[in-house]
């Protein structure tokens, strides 16, 4: 795929129309002549790329170079001058990259620029990726490595950011997280359910640390422990739900089912407006910051959004981690709490008390440890 640069052929809408009807001949020939489809399609896409190209360059020219006069007022009241020349900035869209020519604003030549109306009528961001393009490239970080977005990117968009622009980009949006969530209004209560839960966890997150500086030393035991190659994250969700009422039995029967046999039909309730917290532990000023803190003190603050009065029953959702227990009483607003262990959290302490008795597969062991999950959820613990 050809990489696309600004021209000035590309500001014409007459080249637009001579891109556009280029592809409907395209197409029509491809009919014509039998090409596969995957063919035709990836042909198909590297021309609407182009045609985006285009279109966004029109934009760009239309808007012009934002020059507004000889000075310029500030919204808190100063007053700025025209610098002389156009000043180019780089803008890395998912169309391809642009160099764009733009009128600033300052209180003289050398000086911080203090105003680029054509920045500020299009909303560009401070750095040359487009707020689309990062949006795409930070989807795809969260799920990969940082070195396979330029790969995936490249192969749909020819559009490759360096990885060092991508841990940036993360850095940089990362620090909107706290006051874009804390933003956020409460869910209209119409639309919550009848109970309200929250749920927390720790999940262990692999650090990437420095290499050493030998490189055999990587492979020798004593110098590379494994110690420390994780943090613990502490995750809380806070939802509500309607009740679903089911029998003992009803619960332990799903956890027994096969994928071949019957599963009945019933409609459960969906939980509404579910929120997310995670955090780790860090330093700031010098003094540490509990991740389970940090995640406590949001979840009491979303409770209190959610279950202001506490008129709602709370359903406390966690594994046998006793610091999580601890922090939950001392943090969580009051009210009707139901409390719940995670069952499955037991079960694997079942099943080995099942190997003790019975062979590990047999019929057996499999009738020991759903005799047991039974009368745990009768409360027999």
């Not at 590297?46 to 285009?54: D, I, N, T």
């Not at 020059?67 to 020349?85: I, N, Y």
């Not at 749909?156 to 360096?162: E, M, S």
């Amino acid at each position: 795929m050809e990489k696309m640069e600004q021209t000035s052929a590309d500001c014409n809408p007459a080249r637009m129309a001579h891109t556009l009807n280029a592809l409907k001949s395209y197409v029509e020939r491809a009919a014509q002549q039998g090409v596969a489809a995957h063919e035709a399609e990836a042909e198909i896409w590297r021309r609407v790329l182009q045609l985006g190209h285009q279109a966004l360059d029109l934009l760009f020219h239309l808007v012009g170079s934002g020059d507004v006069g000889e000075t310029a007022a500030l919204p808190d009241g100063q007053e700025v001058r025209r610098l002389e020349g156009l000043h180019a900035r780089v803008y890395q869209s998912v169309f391809g990259r642009f160099e764009v020519e733009r009128t600033v604003y300052g209180s003289r030549e050398g000086q911080k620029i203090e105003y680029v109306p054509f920045d500020t009528q299009l909303q560009l961001p401070e750095s040359d990726f487009s707020y689309l393009l990062q949006d795409w490239c930070q989807g795809l970080a969260v799920e990969h490595a940082y070195r396979r977005v330029p790969e995936t990117l490249g192969r749909i968009l020819d559009v490759k950011p360096p990885v060092d622009s991508l841990e940036r980009m993360n850095q940089k949006m990362a620090q909107s997280v706290r006051e874009f969530r804390e933003s956020r209004p409460a869910p209209d209560p119409e639309d919550e359910g009848a109970l309200c839960v929250v749920s927390v966890d720790g999940k262990g997150i692999p650090l990437r640390r420095p290499s050493p500086e030998v490189p055999i030393e990587a492979h020798d035991r004593d110098q590379a422990p494994k110690t420390n190659r994780k943090k613990m994250a502490v995750v809380g969700v806070v939802y509500t739900i309607d009740p679903f009422v089911r029998t003992p039995e009803e619960i332990a029967d799903s956890l027994f089912r096969g994928p071949s046999d019957e599963t009945p039909h019933v409609k459960r309730p969906e939980p509404q407006h579910k929120r997310l917290w995670a955090s780790l532990p860090q330093d700031q000023d010098g003094e540490p910051i509990s991740a389970t803190d940090e995640t406590f003190g949001w979840l009491a603050q979303e409770m209190a959004r959610r279950n202001p009065d506490s008129h709602k029953p709370t359903v406390l959702l966690m594994d046998g981690q006793k610091s999580l227990w601890e922090t939950a009483q001392r943090d969580l607003p009051g009210g009707e709490m139901i409390e719940i262990l995670d069952l499955l959290h037991a079960t694997p302490r079942i099943w080995e008390a099942a190997g003790l008795f019975y062979l590990r597969d047999s019929q057996l062991a499999w009738d020991f440890v759903y005799d047991r999950v039974l009368r745990i959820l009768r409360g027999e613990v």
